[in-house]
Each structure stands twice: as structure tokens, then as C-alpha cells.
């Protein structure tokens, strides 16, 4: 997985905390990740961009279908 994603809509910084969480995330680059945990990541990432509710509802979508 590369690190940052490209994301799909521009990462948006509104604060401090924003660029802090950003920074943590891409402390997993240089982790041997499973699937599954590239895959949170990757949707922790999209929670960081200016159209972050798309990625949220597909992912909650996923886990309500893999969850029948």
C-alpha cells in the first residue's frame, strides 16, 4: 500500500490534530500490515479529506454486507 493514498478528494487540515493523526498514519509505512489492517488504514486516511462521508458510507456498507 503506498502511504499517503491518493486520496480522491483533497486531505483538508483544519487543525493541529488533523496534521497530528496524518503524521501517525504514515508511521504504518514502513509495517508489514494484513489486508485487513491496510484497508483501515487506508479509510482512516480518507477521514482526513474534504469529502470524507463517501469513504464512511462505503465502508459501512462493506461491514453491513460481509457482516449477514
Do not use: C, H
Not at 1 to 27: C, H, S, V, W
Request: positive net charge; without cysteine; proline residues 7%.
Amino acid at each position: 500500500m503506498k502511504f499517503p493514498p491518493k486520496p480522491k478528494t483533497p486531505y483538508k487540515f483544519n487543525n493541529d490534530q488533523d496534521e497530528r493523526i496524518f503524521g501517525k498514519l504514515a508511521r504504518f509505512e514502513d509495517k508489514k500490515l494484513s489486508a485487513e489492517n491496510e484497508k483501515l488504514v487506508e479509510f482512516l486516511y480518507s477521514q482526513l479529506e474534504d469529502d470524507w462521508r463517501t469513504p464512511l458510507e462505503k465502508f459501512v456498507d462493506k461491514l453491513l454486507k460481509n457482516g449477514k
